[in-house]
């Protein structure tokens, strides 16, 4: 068990619906990271979050956002869905304590399947 | 800009044998390295990493990766396969600016008993 949770484990939506995924990182961790990983593109970096604001961005669609809560909970929200969103979306947090030389811890993902 | 590569989509090995996934890198500094595996629909586990010192790191299960910084590599190797090791193999590199992990494109290693 990483100690961070996500929810929903599975979503099943149609297309220009739009969902919300959660995380919770693991307690303590500030920064948390949402990453996409589908077959054909691998394991895509989508956004990252320090502590309540963005600190990173990378291949994130403007149908996609973001945000992470004072509590240090994130929540991804994805909408106009498109068959191609299908996907495996993580969530991953990494504490402070060891800077850039600790590991990431990965949640166990949410599988969304867009029809 | 940092990157790794994964030259193996899949890797075959019978059970017992030893195994090699192999990893390549690209930064400009002193590289932080790292390998995860994947099992069936289950998120990212951490197996090990390196940071500095000791080329040979060892990790989770039985794992360890050689760091070769004139072949810029980091194969991740095992000397006894096992059938329930098979699974989904990334390599990572993290990022100096902002800390996020790049990961290469993953690896199938599939044992046979």
């Known amino acids: 068990d990483s100690g961070v949770t996500q929810t929903p484990k599975h979503l099943i939506t149609a297309t220009g619906q739009r969902v919300t995924l959660r995380c919770s990182p693991r307690?303590?961790?500030?920064?948390v990271y949402w990453y996409q990983q589908s077959l054909d593109q691998g394991l895509q970096f989508l956004i990252q979050?320090?502590?309540?604001?963005?600190?990173a961005k990378g291949n994130i669609l403007e149908r996609f956002s973001a945000q992470q809560f004072p509590d240090l909970h994130s929540e991804l929200n994805l909408s106009s869905l498109e068959l191609g969103d299908s996907a495996l979306y993580f969530c991953?947090?990494?504490?402070?304590?060891?800077?850039?030389?600790?590991?990431?811890?990965f949640g166990e993902g949410s599988r969304l399947t867009v029809l | 800009a940092q990157s790794v590569a994964q030259p193996e989509d899949q890797v075959n090995v019978a059970e017992g044998n030893p195994l090699t996934v192999k990893c390549t890198y690209s930064v400009s500094g002193n590289p932080y390295l790292f390998w995860y595996v994947q099992y069936p629909n289950r998120g990212l586990q951490f197996l090990l990493k390196?940071?500095?010192?000791?080329?040979l790191v060892k990790g989770s299960y039985g794992f360890e990766a050689e760091f070769n910084k004139s072949q810029t590599s980091f194969h991740l190797k095992k000397p006894s396969a096992l059938v329930s090791d098979s699974a989904l193999y990334f390599c990572?590199?993290?990022?100096?600016?902002?800390?996020?992990?790049?990961f290469g494109q993953g690896t199938e290693l599939s044992v046979k008993p």
């Open positions: 307690s303590g961790d500030l920064s």
């Open positions: 990572a590199v993290r990022e100096y600016q902002g800390g996020k992990l790049i």
């Open positions: 979050y320090y502590n309540g604001e963005e600190r």
């Open positions: 390196y940071i500095t010192g000791d080329n």
């Open positions: 991953a947090s990494s504490g402070q304590d060891r800077g850039l030389t600790g590991e990431l811890f």
